[in-house]
């Protein structure tokens, strides 16, 4: 069973910058990707972002591409969600989750994180 554990949300202004960390147990994450989601009130889950744990290739969301940058420290088995630019509509719950594969199918989700940007 994975582990993991999202931290690094809070309260910033519009226009800051927040880093969100998700630490990851419980087994080899070597046929992983591992992903960052969004649910904004009322609203379904979006997705932000994705790691391949093996190789560090990333898959972005269109709408955020150039604002949010996913990345992975491999040793410390935590990938992080560096957000700029942060817009009042970013405001939302922010998860961290597992999937193996290929094909790839999600194992766990974290508890997440809220993030509140105000205007």
């Known amino acids: 069973q994975v582990q993991l554990v999202e931290s690094g949300g809070g309260l910033v202004q519009a226009g800051g910058s927040l880093r969100l960390s998700c630490a990851a147990s419980g087994r080899s994450f070597s046929n992983y990707i591992m992903g960052w989601f969004r649910q904004a009130p009322g609203k379904g889950r979006e997705f932000v972002a994705a790691?391949?744990?093996?190789?560090?290739?990333?898959f972005d969301g269109s709408s955020l591409k150039g604002r949010f940058t996913i990345s992975r420290d491999y040793a410390k088995n935590t990938v992080y969600l560096q957000m700029n630019s942060l817009k009042p509509e970013d405001t939302a719950v922010y998860y961290c989750?597992?999937?193996?594969?290929?094909?790839?199918?999600?194992?766990?989700w974290g508890q997440g994180t809220q993030v509140t940007v105000s205007s």
């Open positions: 790691i391949r744990w093996s190789d560090g290739s990333t």
């Open positions: 989750n597992a999937n193996r594969g290929p094909p790839y199918y999600p194992v766990d």
